[in-house]
């Protein structure tokens, strides 16, 4: 079986416009609306020649309720499934506590856990991507979902974490 690759995060930090970087297509339900990935959705991927299966999620959140509480179960249901996890963060936003309460709950599953500093769109987002080093998962890596900068490096250091 192909390695399983989790990305998880709060609503609208831009985790489903990662997974379509990832996978290479506009597959991922993206839209301006926190929170509209319902459920967990695996995708076949391939880098540098190595097929994984990289797992969208909707946003975790703690202490969720109701249909938000069913997400967040979901969200951890596919971290407990994966080698490895992707923890997306929105850098132009900061650490939020619910960004440091899921840091708390991916410390409970002992996964390898990257730190993804996205909407990291360009070069002036330094210093609040080296500000992500206080949530205590190493180092971020500055990524733009959208616009595709930092990808590839932050894909070497997934195969490398398999
Ligand atoms: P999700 O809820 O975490 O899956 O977030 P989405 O992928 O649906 O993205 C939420 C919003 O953030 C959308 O409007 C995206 O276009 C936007 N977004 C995602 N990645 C980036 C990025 O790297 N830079 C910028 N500026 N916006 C982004
Ligand atoms: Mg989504």
């Known amino acids: ?5 989790a990305v998880v ?7 489903s416009t990662l ?4 996978i290479g297509r506009r597959q991922a339900v993206v839209e301006d609306i926190p929170g509209v990935t319902r459920d967990r959705v695996a995708y076949d991927a391939n880098w540098a020649g190595r097929k994984f299966t990289v797992v ?18 979901q969200a ?11 923890f997306v963060v929105d850098s132009s936003i900061g650490a939020t ?13 002992s996964k390898p856990v990257l730190l993804v ?8 987002m330094e210093y609040e991507v080296h500000a992500l080093w206080s949530l205590g998962l190493g180092q971020p890596w500055p990524v733009s979902a ?10 070497d250091a997934v195969l490398a974490a398999f």
């Open 117 to 124: 500093a996205n909407k990291a769109d360009n070069q002036n």
């Open 76 to 86: 951890e249901a596919a971290i407990a499934a994966a080698d490895v996890v992707l």
């Open 1 to 5: 079986p192909q390695p399983v690759l």
């Open 19 to 22: 997974v379509n970087r990832i």
């Open 9 to 15: 995060g709060r609503p609208n930090v831009g985790k």
């Open 97 to 109: 506590d619910e960004d440091a309460a899921a840091v708390k709950m991916l410390r409970r599953s």
């Open 56 to 73: 969208d999620t909707g946003g975790w959140e703690p202490d969720a309720k109701d249909r938000a509480a069913a997400i967040a179960a």
């Open 146 to 155: 959208l616009h595709g900068r930092g990808s590839g490096d932050l894909l």
